[in-house]
């Protein structure tokens, strides 16, 4: 009974290969393309490789801060976690939720925190020095607008951002944050983001303009990565 | 679907006394089980001179096993530093997760977790989505913030595919449209999110909209009569309230919307009137304190912890042919306020509230320092588009208040969305604030 019965129970269910459906927005509205259990598998394995490349590893603690319709990537990076055996805390993105991620960084004292987002900060500001907080938090891999902030605090962030559908992530060398060059496809027009679908992607999507401003750099990069990395011009 | 109404059909129509037996099981291996590897329990145990060995039988547990509280837990926490206040049973790195409670009366609470598919309290919902009418390849849209972790795995454990939809407060006309195009089964909700479609009535066709839905969910407080009248019968949702069992999970209505079913093979469920004597079980109906112990927490279960719900069960068979406890919520132990000895509760000013036009929608709270105090400050949300004069507001509200409760009330009227952007939680609108 309980628990692992319900879910040995829910496997015997014929479930659909579609997990989520991904809105995103992109340069003219809202769009919106497949993910399947299979693509977050493999989302889930690039994702363990690019925070192994930031020193997690057993044992340790991450505070992952999501919003509710965020599962297509929170999702693959819970996976990424669980892989590499890192238990994580979990809080709201907005602004709202500051005093929980401020309880859960005190008290669990995590190696790392996983989207920390400038509205958060914000609330945090109100009664912590940000820098003071998180210059001693080994990895803060923060959303785009966060970023600054914490640079300007001494806190050198990576950046953490979504790319359409797909999850970018900075590395430590901090020169753009990688794109999985095997499922996406990235490129910039006339200053802009593009992203399309690669070929193992079950989705299709095709080439679609996303409205940021922002650089594609190819090429190796300082970790050994071949993957696509995107520049941002909200923060370089 | 009425041939597949429930969803683990052996376990929620299990005979009483079978379910009793294997309570009686688990709790017995449970006491074990924590003396054995949690801090808290072993001192606190050792305190009352109870012993495992003594625990034999359900009637020994409950003899007993001492009760514990939230700040038992939290003083616990701030004497040993220990986040998890000396509940966990294993090594921290044997966690999953982390999540925690809204922390809407302090810091919030770790619920510590260990999973495969889907987290806990997503998990021990299955049955209730399942009841609500989700199956293989139906939407559900994403739910309004992470709560107790990502829920998506829950929905997922049933092969629903969840649409990524920010239905975060502000967002119900895009909500509407992602409903419109995708047309999905199931929705959580949250009750300022009913606010604002009580102000989109008037220009969108809910009930067209909403017509894919077999059900939406609805926790964090009770609707009120008539929202939820509004709800089912001008919007057409068959709307399916939930609440939490005593932090053990949590406990839904069924298609019958008699009562809180909880899962009594995840939770031993006890109803107590409780004082400074001692502790007595109340009889099936009455109002007590519900008490909970998890039955399927091996990370850091609760035992015999108090909930401050005041709660009425039953152990009767639901129409719905579950056999396992209802419950109905009556109250929170304290939330009841003295105005200079006279007793105000919340369902008397909620009445009074909810009878004004221009706060129908029932957003309302009471300030206050302590329990007992000198005059009763209510903070009431009010909707401007229906509000022309606002002192003409207060002079009705104040009479209404007066009439209901005895006691003039001190209030301090706000628009809805002002008060409502005070709430600290996904989850909870509290109704009794400190200031």
Redesign the interface.
Known sequence: MARADTLARARELDRPQVAYIVRFPAADGMRDTELTWAEMDRDAAWTAERLRGHGFAAGQRALLTASGFEGFWGRSVIGALRTLKVTYGIAEAMGWDHRRTAVFHRELKPHAVIGLSAETLEGLSGGADIGEMFRATQVVLARPAAVPVLRQAGVPASLMTTVGPALALECPERAGAHVNGAEWRVGERDGGLFIAAGEGRGSGLPETPLGIAGQVVTGRCGCGSHDPRVLLTEIN | MAGDRY??PQ?ETMPRDQLRA?QQERVVELVEYAYGNSAFYRELWDDHGVHPRDIRTLEDFQNRVPFITKDMVRAYRARTKD?FGGLLCVP??E??????SS?TTG??E?FAEI????P?LV??Q??DLWEVGLR??D?VL??????R?????GY????A????????LGKMHEVVE?VRT?RPAYLQMIYPQLVELEHLADKVDLKEAFSSLKGASCAGQPLSRRMRERVRDDWGIDVYEYTSAADTGTAWECREHDGFHL?E??VFAECLDIDESGSREVADGDVGELVATD??NRAAPLIRYRSEDLVRLSRDACGCGRTHARMWVAGRRGDETLVQGRSVVLRDIWQAVEDQPETVAGVFQIVRASREVDELRLRVGYDPELTGDVEALAGRLGKAVHERTGVEPVLDLRTEEELLQT????AKFPRVVKS
Do not use: C, H, I, K
């Not at chain 2, 997922?156 to 092969?159: E, M, S």
């Open positions: 969803f683990e376990v294997w986040p921290p790195e966690l999953t997760s982390v999540s925690s922390g810091d919030p770790f999973w495969e598919d889907a806990p998990t021990a299955v049955r293989p390849g939407m994403s739910p309004p913030g992470t709560f972790n990502f829920m998506d795995g997922q454990a049933l092969g595919v969840v649409v990524e939809v920010d239905t975060w992602a995708y899962w093979d995840t039955l399927d709430m600290t939680s996904v």
